[in-house]
Every structure is written in structure tokens, then in C-alpha cells.
């Protein structure tokens, strides 16, 4: 099991997720462009367990999360050495480009070569994201799609810690694709009773 979780963007999605990977009981490292000091007052409202830190140093965890708006996506993660981490994508492609017959998370990946992409975290706000995931006797379900197994075993592993009924999708091509934005699970909220 990772310790450590990484966030990079410190935004309302990073900061859901920091409150996922306590909830999980791991530790935070989160970071913004603005640099550590920018991130006093989230770290306060965090409380124990979150430090603030470079993005050099955030994205040296174990499982990183790249939650940050879709088109800063290559700046955020432009230069950070990737080896064998586990990268979260937690983006959502708004009004992206043509992606030339790929996924979203199929370009994060070639962004963050050296490291294993999952895609997750993308399909619930982020209000939703950071609430007790437990409603009505049942668990709050999250999609996660991946090309390796072991990472999205450590990605399941983080999820089900924080309470969520995990959901494997299979392979970024397929499982990405019906995370995506206007596509099949996109925005979709479901319970596990």
C-alpha cells in the first residue's frame, strides 16, 4: 500500500481528493503553480496528515493525483520526472481539441511517460468526491480504468480505504472513453446497497 498521496492542484478537485486520501488514511503532499506558501490556509482546513509542497515534491508520491483544469494539463506535469509512480487522472476534457481518436487519459499517459496511468475521480463533482462516500446503507461507487493491473489495484486499494465501492472499467481506451465527458458514466452518481 502507498502512505503518501500526491496532489497536484489545490483547486476544488485537489482538494477533494485530499480529503479522499485521508479519509483513506494516507498522507498528503499537495501542491499548486503558486508554490507552498500559497497553500497555509487549505493545509489548516486539511488539518493532520497534509503538508504543502512543491509539485516536484508531490508528484514523487507513490499515487499522484493531476487534478488541475484539462488545458493546464501538459503545464502541470511538463518536466517532473516520472518513475513507476501511480498517476491519478482526475481531469475532464471541457470542450478538448479533437483527441484524434483517443482518449483523454490516453494523452495525460504519453504526458507522464514513465509512470502508470489510471483514469478516476473524474465522473462525481467534487462536493460529491469529498463527502462520506456511505449514503442510504450503501457505498458511493467510482470508475477507474487503467492499462496496468497493479496500478489499478493500488488505485481500488485507495478507494475502497476512503469507503467508495470501487468499479474497474478495464483498459483506458474503453473504460476512459465511457468516463469521458458526454460520454456514457460521465456525471453519473451511483450507490452499491
Known amino acids: ?93 471541457w470542450g478538448a481539441d479533437d483527441l484524434q481518436g483517443r482518449t483523454s487519459s490516453e494523452l495525460v499517459a504519453d504526458l507522464v511517460a514513465g509512470a502508470q496511468l489510471v483514469k478516476a475521480a473524474n465522473t462525481l463533482g467534487a462536493d460529491v468526491l469529498s463527502s462520506d462516500p456511505h449514503e442510504a446503507g450503501g457505498e458511493r461507487v467510482i470508475f477507474i480504468s487503467g492499462d496496468d493491473a497493479d496500478a489499478k489495484a493500488e488505485v481500488v486499494a485507495l478507494f475502497q480505504d476512503a469507503g467508495f465501492a470501487a468499479i474497474d472499467l478495464g483498459d483506458l481506451a474503453t473504460g476512459g472513453a465511457m468516463q469521458q465527458i458526454h460520454h456514457p458514466l460521465s456525471g453519473v452518481n451511483l450507490l452499491r446497497l
Open 1 to 93: 500500500m502507498t502512505d503518501t498521496v500526491g496532489i497536484i492542484g489545490a483547486g476544488r478537485l485537489g482538494e477533494a481528493m485530499a480529503r479522499t486520501a485521508l479519509r483513506a488514511g494516507r498522507s498528503v503532499v499537495i501542491a499548486n503553480s503558486r508554490g507552498p506558501e500559497s497553500l497555509a490556509s487549505l493545509v489548516s482546513a486539511l488539518g493532520d496528515g497534509v503538508s504543502a509542497a512543491t509539485v516536484e515534491q508531490a508528484a514523487s508520491a507513490g499515487i499522484v493525483v493531476v487534478a488541475v483544469p484539462w488545458e493546464r494539463v501538459p503545464e502541470a506535469v511538463q518536466g517532473l520526472s516520472w518513475d513507476g509512480q501511480v498517476v491519478i487522472d482526475a481531469t475532464n476534457d
